[in-house]
C-alpha cells in the first residue's frame, strides 16, 4: 500500500497547493496517514516568507534523517525547495525529490519517477513557466471554505520580498475554468469560497472575458453561494469596480486585506511598492464611500532599511487615518535574491522589536474602538468551530470578525446564524445566538465527518 504523510507551513496559497497535492496523491492511489512514522512518502511543503526559514528547513530534514533507514522517501515543496534547489540533496541526500510550487502540475510524472527508484528528481521550473496547477483532484480538508487559486506567481517584484523567485511569474486561470471550479465547490455544498493568489487582483483573464471585478460578481452570483473573500490584494491593482462589485452583490463579504506595508512615502519607494502613501489613501477613501461597511486589514513592516523615526511614525498615522479591524506586523528580515539584500538592513533588532510593539499596542486601541462599535448589533455568523471549554461556539462574520457565542443548540460548522452582539475585545465579539442556525449540505456534513477520521491538513 502506497501512504504518505504531509506537513505543510506558510500562508493559504500553500495550504491549498497542498490540498491540491493530496488530492493528486490520492488519485494516484496513495492513501494518507496520520502518524508519520506510517508513511512510505513524507512530504515537507515549506514557507520561505520571512526569517532565516531555510535554516529551520534543513533543522527539520535533519529529524527526517532519523527515520531514513525505514524505506521512506522524502520529498520538500513549497518555496524553500524552489529557492535552495538541488543543495537539498546535498544537505539532506536521504531526500528524493525537490520540487517548487510551479512545477506540481508534473507531480504524476514525478511521482511516478520517485516510485521507480529514482533519487534526485526536481521540479524547478523557472520564472518563465505560463502553466498553472489546475486540477479536479483537489482534496477539500477545510470544513466551511473552498479555496480556488485564480492567479499564480507575482511580478511585483518588491525589494523585500522572495515570491517573485519562489513562486515564478504570474499567471491566471481562465475564468471559465475558475467558475468550474467553483461550481465544483458549490456542488460539495460549500456556501464560502476564497479566491487567492499573491498578487489576486493583479488577475488577466487569458480569454478576455471577465475583469477581476466581474470575476468576483460571477463567483457570486454561483448557485448556494453565500460568501465570497478574496486575499491578497496590492493596491496598486486596486480599482474602483472592485468596490462597485462589493455594493451590487450581496456575496462579496465585507472585507478587504490591503497591505500598506509602510505609511512613509519615501519608504514604499525603497520597497518597490510603486505607491505613495496619498495614493493608498485615496483607495481606502472609496472604500469608505462604499455602500457596505467594508472592513480594511493589512500587513505592515517594520524596520525596513533606512526606516527612520519620521517614517515609522507615518506607518503609526496612517493606520490612525485608516482604522484598519487587523494588521499583521512582521519586522523585517533579510531575504536571499531579493533586491534589499543589497541594502544594509541598517535597522537594529531592538529597534525593530520596540517599533513592532508600538505598532501592536497602538492598533490595539484603534481595534478596541472599532470593535466596540458592534456592541448590540446582530450579524449573521458562519459556524467554523464547535463549542469550547465555556460552551462557547466560534465562527466568523462577513467583515472576518471572529465572534464566539452561546446558542441553546449545537449549530453545525458551515451553518449561518444570526448573533446578537453582547461584548466586544479588540479582536474579537461575544454574543448570543437569536436564530436557528441554518442546515448545511449533507454532501459537505459527510465530507466533514471523513475528514475528521482522516485529518488531511493539520
Ligand atoms: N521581511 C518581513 N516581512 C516580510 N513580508 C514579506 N517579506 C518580508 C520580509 N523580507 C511580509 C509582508 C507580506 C507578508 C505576507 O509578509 O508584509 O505582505
Ligand atoms: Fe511579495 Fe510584493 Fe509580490 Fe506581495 S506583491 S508577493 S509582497 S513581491
Request: overall charge neutral; some cysteine.
Amino acid at each position: 500500500m502506497k501512504t504518505f504523510f504531509i506537513e505543510t507551513f506558510g500562508c493559504q496559497m500553500n495550504a491549498h497547493d497542498s490540498e491540491k497535492v493530496v488530492g493528486t496523491l490520492l488519485n494516484e492511489g496513495y492513501s494518507q496517514v496520520v502518524d508519520e512514522a506510517d508513511a512510505g512518502l513524507i512530504l515537507y511543503n515549506t514557507c520561505s516568507i520571512r526569517d532565516k526559514a531555510e535554516q529551520k528547513v534543513f533543522h527539520r530534514l535533519n529529524e527526517y534523517k532519523r527515520m531514513q533507514g525505514e524505506g521512506k522517501k522524502f520529498a520538500v515543496l513549497g518555496c524553500v525547495a524552489q529557492q535552495e534547489g538541488a543543495k537539498i540533496f546535498e544537505k539532506a541526500p536521504y531526500v528524493s525529490m525537490v520540487a517548487g510550487s510551479s512545477s506540481y502540475r508534473n507531480l504524476p510524472d514525478m511521482l511516478a519517477r520517485l516510485e521507480a527508484g529514482e533519487t534526485r528528481i526536481t521540479g524547478l521550473d523557472d520564472r518563465e513557466t505560463d502553466q498553472t496547477f489546475d486540477t479536479e483532484f483537489t482534496a477539500r480538508t477545510n470544513p466551511h471554505r473552498g479555496y480556488i487559486t485564480i492567479i499564480e506567481g507575482c511580478d511585483k517584484f518588491c525589494a523585500y520580498c522572495v515570491v517573485p523567485y519562489t513562486r515564478g511569474k504570474e499567471r491566471s486561470r481562465s475564468s471559465a475554468s475558475v467558475l468550474a471550479e467553483a461550481q465544483r465547490i458549490a456542488g460539495q455544498g460549500f456556501t464560502e469560497i476564497q479566491l487567492l493568489g499573491q498578487n489576486v487582483n493583479s488577475y488577466v483573464d487569458p480569454s478576455g472575458r471577465r475583469s477581476f471585478a466581474e470575476l468576483l460578481a460571477a463567483v457570486g452570483e454561483g448557485n448556494g453561494i453565500q460568501r465570497v473573500r478574496f486575499t491578497t490584494s496590492h493596491p496598486r491593482h486596486f480599482t474602483r469596480d472592485i468596490v462597485e462589485a462589493s455594493d451590487a452583490m450581496p456575496a462579496l463579504c465585507d472585507h478587504i486585506h490591503l497591505p500598506v506595508q509602510s505609511g512613509s512615502t519615501d519608504i514604499l519607494r525603497a520597497m518597490n511598492r510603486e505607491y505613495t502613501r496619498d495614493w493608498y489613501l485615496e483607495r481606502i477613501a472609496w472604500t469608505k464611500a462604499a455602500r457596505r461597511d467594508l472592513s480594511l486589514t493589512s500587513d505592515i513592516i517594520v524596520g525596513f532599511p533606512g526606516e527612520t523615526d519620521k517614517d515609522f511614525e507615518d506607518t503609526l498615522t496612517l493606520c490612525d487615518e485608516v482604522g484598519y479591524d487587523a494588521i499583521f506586523g512582521f519586522k523585517y528580515s533579510t531575504r536571499p535574491n531579493t533586491p534589499a539584500i543589497h541594502m544594509a538592513d541598517s535597522i537594529p533588532e531592538q529597534v525593530k522589536v520596540e517599533r513592532l510593539a508600538i505598532l501592536n499596542a497602538r492598533q490595539r486601541e484603534l481595534q478596541r474602538v472599532n470593535y466596540g462599535r458592534h456592541l448590540g448589533q446582530t450579524m449573521p455568523v458562519m459556524v467554523e468551530h464547535g463549542a469550547n471549554a465555556r460552551g462557547q461556539i466560534t465562527g466568523r462574520s462577513t467583515q472576518n470578525k471572529t465572534v464566539n457565542f452561546t446558542c441553546d443548540h449545537i449549530p453545525a460548522i458551515g451553518s449561518y446564524i444570526d448573533v446578537r452582539i453582547t461584548q466586544a475585545f479588540p479582536s474579537s465579539l461575544v454574543g448570543e445566538a437569536v436564530s436557528r442556525s441554518t442546515t448545511p449540505s449533507p454532501v459537505l456534513l459527510a465530507q466533514q465527518a471523513l475528514n475528521a477520521r482522516v485529518p488531511v491538513l493539520a
